[in-house]
Nanobody, 121 residues
Framework: QVQLVKSGGGLVQPGGSLRLSCAAS????????MGWYRQAPGKQRELVAR???????ESADSVKGRFTISRDNAKNTVYLQMNSLKPEDTAVYYC???????????????WGQGTQVTVSS
């Protein structure tokens, strides 16, 4: 069993910053890609940013230059630094990790509980 425990999120004014973190714990053998997704009201869940175990990253065009994803492999933790936040960034943010558990031979996608990010004045 694997748990993804997130912290961060909340209410921030436009132009402000927030940092999200998500730590994986449990029967972990290895972790592949980790990422952040978001879902705004009435919209589908979308990829925000993703980082491989080797540190390669990709991000949505809408957040490039403003959001930075990073990870600490020793802590099984992924971070999302969000700067220059805009009202359109308002959404529930979810972390995701591809985890190979002890005794398994494949990676399974795990999701953390969402955290609300609201950008409003």
């Amino acid at each position: 069993q694997v748990q993804l425990v997130k912290s961060g999120g909340g209410l921030v004014q436009p132009g402000g910053s927030l940092r999200l973190s998500c730590a994986a714990s449990g029967s972990i053998y290895s972790i592949g890609a980790m990422g952040w997704y978001r879902q705004a009201p009435g919209k589908q869940r979308e990829l925000v940013a993703r980082i491989t175990s080797g540190g390669s990253t990709e991000s949505a065009d809408s957040v490039k230059g403003r959001f930075t994803i990073s990870r600490d492999n020793a802590k099984n933790t992924v971070y999302l630094q969000m700067n220059s936040l805009k009202p359109e960034d308002t959404a529930v943010y979810y972390c995701n990790a591809a985890v190979e558990t002890l005794g398994s031979t494949f990676f399974y996608n795990y999701w953390g509980q969402g955290t609300q990010v609201t950008v409003s004045s």
